[in-house]
């Protein structure tokens, strides 16, 4: 588990103090898979530097694992119910449980992929046999065993990605740090590697912990999402919930930026003939979750109202196993039908949004 409390980090830059980290406080169960989502700038990456303390909060606590609780007070590790200062060696068994990949992937150009997976392991007291033989059992969790005499200069940007996280598996930790991992793959590479992550939650019960600013990412991997802004975490929670029920207007946007309903905003703005409504007519934004009735309310609710639908967009998406969709469709009635089918698609947890009116 890891448990964050109330931590803030701030640089100074140019005279200037920049709050890069506000206040923040996060709990990640063992074998989550939790995404941190914002803009560039929002915190994000200071925020997973702060875990694994390649950045030293200047205030708040840590607690990753089966460690004691660290607390940042002034720039300083403070360790223990005596908060006494962090040793050297603790500090790096504490990184050791941690692994991070990074967009640009950070590999040994020079270095052959045995080399650059077996380089984190050179300093941990096994012997040139147990490293061969990590190295080996890495590149085969990667798929990658037929590339172990490789250059980086030789491979892909989904096998150099495949490389780090090898290498940042090597040491056994229980916890992977994902700062942009994919962001600098092409579709195909992208969902290559958040299939790998998948597998390897799954295999090892590794803890992952995924910065992006995709929703994408999110959607694909994540069982639980932080969305950041200005360096606070303003909204969070189980995916489903957060993509059913947006709370914030910057995770209402990136949600909307994942759906293909989102298109509906240029329709409206270029007066298109799709979403032209006559008179009789309502122009509606119809969102489904879990806890609507289903399938069936589109031919219920014509029958049972004499309402005529025309479905100008629809999404559907499945989403820890439970569907998610919406609908931009025009209604065609008499005032009366129109609304009493409405009344009756909120009654049924249908979210309802009249968008236009003829």
């Known amino acids: 588990m890891i448990e964050i409390k109330n931590l803030s980090k701030t640089f100074t830059l140019k005279g200037q103090n920049i709050d890069a980290v506000r206040d923040v406080s996060l709990t990640i169960q063992d074998g989550d898979v939790y995404g941190v989502i914002g803009y560039s700038g929002a915190g994000k990456s200071t925020l997973v530097r702060c875990i694994n303390l390649l950045e030293t909060p200047d205030s708040g606590s840590l607690r990753v694992n089966d460690s004691d609780l660290i607390t940042f007070e002034n720039g300083k590790l403070l360790y223990g119910a005596s908060r006494t200062p962090m040793k050297e060696k603790q500090l ?207 031919s219920q609710i014509s029958r049972d109202f004499n309402v005529s639908i025309n479905i100008v967009l629809a999404s559907v998406e499945v989403l820890e196993g439970s569907p998610l969709g919406g609908m931009i469709a025009i209604f065609k009635g008499t005032e009366e039908n129109m609304h009493g089918a409405l009344d009756w698609m909120k009654a049924h947890h249908v979210e309802v949004e009249v968008l236009r009116r003829g």
């Open 92 to 298: 790096n068994a504490m990184r050791r449980s941690i692994g991070m990949i990074f967009q640009h992937f950070n590999l040994l150009d020079r270095s052959t992929v045995f080399d650059n997976v077996a380089y984190p392991l050179k300093y941990s007291g096994m012997n040139r046999k147990e490293i061969k033989d990590r190295v080996h059992e890495m590149l085969q969790l990667v798929d990658l065993t037929d590339k172990r005499d490789a250059y980086p200069s030789q491979l892909s940007g989904g096998q150099k990605q495949r490389v780090a996280i090898a290498r940042a598996l090597a040491n056994h930790p229980k916890i992977l740090l994902s700062d942009e991992a994919t962001s600098a793959l092409d579709p195909d590479a992208t969902e290559s590697i958040l299939a790998l992550l998948r597998h390897l939650n799954e295999k090892l019960g590794l803890t992952i912990i995924a910065i992006t600013h995709e929703m994408a990412v999110i959607k694909s991997i994540c069982r639980h999402v932080a969305v950041m802004e200005d360096g606070r975490v303003v909204e969070e929670g189980n995916v489903y919930d957060v993509f059913a029920h947006p709370k914030q207007d910057i995770t209402k946007h990136f949600v909307a930026s994942a759906s293909a309903l989102n298109r509906v905003d240029k329709l409206l703005h270029d007066d298109s003939p799709l979403v032209q409504v006559q008179p009789g007519e309502l122009l509606v934004k119809l969102l489904f979750s879990r806890d609507s009735v289903g399938d069936s309310v589109i």
